[in-house]
């Protein structure tokens, strides 16, 4: 079986050495960059399947590599970063992030988001529902797309995943608990407060008011749901 090729851009190389190491070991083929510059040219030529990507960068900021990224491409990224202010985690994931992960990390709890996250993306089984339409919001799981009113949105692996969740139980509550373990991991022990970072997100990207939702409700205490197909209906 090939091995999933992973790009890593990260210039610290006592970071940088020991993580390609691991993954090596875990069978994975790493790529690692430790520029802006060798970054973005290692992800045109190595076509990686997932990019764990350092926000500060000797020339440059991790983000804008991001939003390069994203203007081509739904590859799944992780952000790596030692600062831990909860904005520079909120923009990270407003500009397409899948996972944010605060140095000083373990190789283990990394090795495990990856592989999370490189599940959540792979192509759904033969009998699996491909694709969800409630109102004017059309999800395709063969191609992850997603649609309103015939328009394409841009959502970012989490952002597709809490809405697939959602849809698929259009009108009934879901509770969080559910949406974090399905969404993030069982084992997550974070702030569970990027679920509501994630959902204000999407609230923004559905022109979705809060105050007088039409897709997205809050459930204070229990969860959020999607309306019903009823409830959107013309």
Do not use: C
């Not at 350092?54 to 939003?67: A, F, S, Y």
């Not at 190789?107 to 969800?132: K, M, N, Q, Y």
């Amino acid at each position: 079986m090939a091995k999933r090729r992973i790009l890593l851009i990260e210039d610290e190389t006592s970071i940088s050495e020991p993580l390609a190491a691991a993954l090596d070991r875990e069978g994975f083929a790493p790529t690692v960059a430790g520029t802006v510059a060798e970054g973005l040219d290692a992800f045109r030529t190595k076509n990686p399947e997932l990019v764990l990507l350092d926000v500060m960068l000797p020339d440059g900021d991790g983000r804008d590599v991001l939003r390069q990224i994203r203007a081509t491409s739904r590859v799944p990224v992780i952000m790596l970063t030692a600062r831990a202010e909860e904005m520079d985690k909120v923009i990270g994931l407003e500009l397409g992030a899948d996972d944010y992960v605060p140095k000083p990390f373990s190789a283990a709890e990394l090795l495990a988001r990856i592989r999370a996250v490189l599940r959540r993306t792979a192509a759904p089984s033969p009998g699996d529902r491909s694709s969800f339409e409630v109102g004017d919001i059309t999800m395709d799981l063969d191609t992850r797309t997603v649609t309103q009113g015939g328009q394409r949105l841009d959502l970012p692996l989490k952002e597709f995943e809490l809405l697939r969740m959602l849809m698929e139980s259009a009108g009934k509550v879901v509770s969080r608990t559910d949406l974090m373990d399905e969404v993030w991991d069982p084992n997550w022990y974070g702030p569970t407060k990027t679920l509501d970072v994630h959902v204000s997100s999407l609230r923004k990207k559905l022109n979705d008011d809060p105050a007088t939702p039409r897709y997205i409700h809050t459930v204070r205490g229990v969860g959020f749901r999607f309306a019903s197909p009823e409830e959107l209906a013309p």
